[in-house]
């Protein structure tokens, strides 16, 4: 199975009109703000913090940059090809690879583990983005990079969010201009139900080692100045607990 069309052509869509300055787009948020603070919860659980590390829908590859500089061997990986055009431009030394991939597609990530053997994997917010009937496939795609050593870390957005983005989309003014491009595309966020993103996981074999509450930092402000956070969860899984 494969992401539906709408959703492929959607990201494509927003990131071919992206800008291509880090801070450009909602939810790029300086690393310190996003992927460092999730690597405290991360680092605790990884039994092997040698093995490759998949950013998995990296998108303009801001946090996979961040990420290159602390594990050995970092790939991003983006269903977007336009996305990924921007991760590489922004890292001319090559501090990471980049990889075309649908993670819904099981032969597409069985042929990643074949390639890269097991891998921890780093997701933030993007199963709560894809379509219903994809969701478990993506699970299943990120157990496949696992394999049987290998962790993963992922962020979402929780049920709140969506509530939450909705209010400073209606407001006086109108969306603010980083969150306008994200509703046109239909990319909105808090789609998926408090407690399925561990419940996915389970389904595709894997075992929730620990999980927790963080806001999901954006790089957009309300009209008061008050950068905007949204209610998100994160959950460590494996294939084993110990």
Known sequence: ?????????????????????????FWDAEPALAAGRHLAHFEPYLTDPGLPLVDLGCGNGTQTRFLAGRF???VGADLSAAALDHARHADPAGLAAYRQ?????RSATKALHAELGDANVYMRGVLHQCEPDDRQPLADGVAALLGER????????SAAAKPALMAVARGPAGPPPKVEPVLRHGLTPGEVADGAVQEHLRAAG????????LPLVTTEYTADGTRIELPSTWVVAGRHPV
């Open 1 to 25: 199975m494969s992401v539906t069309s709408r959703y492929r052509d959607a990201w494509e869509g927003f990131w071919r009109e992206a800008p291509g300055d880090e801070g450009a787009v």
């Open 72 to 74: 050995p061997h970092v």
């Open 101 to 105: 991939l649908d993670a819904a597609d």
């Open 150 to 157: 290998g962790r993963a870390l992922l962020v979402e957005p």
């Open 206 to 213: 894997l075992t929730v080692l620990a999980s927790g509450e």
